[in-house]
């Protein structure tokens, strides 16, 4: 299904954006609010721009959907979905810990999936069937999650939800229950998990466009990542997602959001 050409492909993708975010990242970009509130950059348009002209050249079968640009041939059977750069926030404030999320999607479930983390130097790639590959200065090796059956034991990163959310009582609830809660770090958090730094990373409110390259790379490393009702994530899932390097953690997880 995904095979030697389309990972080359993902990584040129993610070096593609990488030179456009790393040239603006630090500089004195204007910073715009998107309908939702949410902040956005020349950085965020232009690198999901040059991804996009590489997509419509190489692979011109194939759908694209972005966070900043929309949807392009979304009915076709291999979808690439783009956030050009995950984690907004820390890029404008000059934080390392922003991303961009490559995703390729065949027939609605994710199969291929890059965090890339530039300002770093760290990139994870992840396929349907294949193990998890993690790059920094150090080389490129397989990565895999770590066990950690009990939420008593568990490092857990999460965007906390405002108290007059929806979901702020159940996922209280589970922060309750954890060793050790962490604040969100937006796409690296999942890349700890996969390298089997953290046990748990639980979200609500994700576009499609924050989860779908996460699929792939926290599976090939061992773990699980599903909604909080444990089905799996499609390009039609809500964006409540769970990911967790141990699937007794993940069923923990789904337990305490229910109770």
């Known amino acids: 299904m995904i095979d030697s050409a389309d990972i080359e492909f993902a990584h040129r993708l993610a070096e593609t954006a990488a030179k456009v975010s790393l040239s603006y990242f630090r500089t004195a970009v204007q910073v715009d609010d998107k309908d939702d509130a949410s902040p956005v950059t020349i950085a965020d348009r232009t690198a999901e721009k040059v991804m996009r002209e590489l997509i419509a050249k190489e692979r011109p079968g194939d759908g694209i959907l972005g966070e900043e640009f929309g949807r392009e041939r979304t009915d076709a059977r291999r979808v690439w979905v783009l956030d050009p750069i995950d984690g907004t926030k820390a890029f404008i404030s000059g934080n390392p810990l922003f991303g ?5 999607a065949i027939d609605g479930k994710p199969a291929l999936g890059v965090i890339d983390c530039p300002a770093l ?8 069937g294949q193990a998890t590959r993690f790059t920094d200065a150090k080389g490129t090796r397989e990565v895999k999650t770590r066990a950690c059956p009990e939420l008593s034991l568990a490092s ?13 009582p ?22 700890l998990l996969a390298r ?3 046990d748990l990373v639980v979200e609500a409110g994700l576009g499609i466009y924050d989860f779908t390259a996460l699929v792939p790379v926290v599976e090939g490393a061992g773990g699980t990542i599903h909604d ?32």
Do not use: H
């Open 156 to 168: 857990l990163y999460s965007a906390v939800p405002v108290s007059n959310d929806t979901n702020f």
């Open 170 to 191: 159940a996922f209280d609830r589970l922060r309750q229950r954890v060793k050790r809660p962490l604040p969100v770090c937006d796409c690296y958090a999942y890349g």
């Open 121 to 128: 130097g760290e990139r994870w790639i992840g396929a349907k």
């Open 100 to 104: 961009t999320l490559i995703g390729l």
């Open 228 to 259: 909080w009702q444990g089905k799996a994530l499609t390009t039609d899932s809500p964006g409540y997602v769970i990911a967790a390097g141990d699937a007794r953690m993940a069923a923990a997880a789904v337990a305490a959001l229910r109770a």
């Open 196 to 198: 089997g730094g953290v």
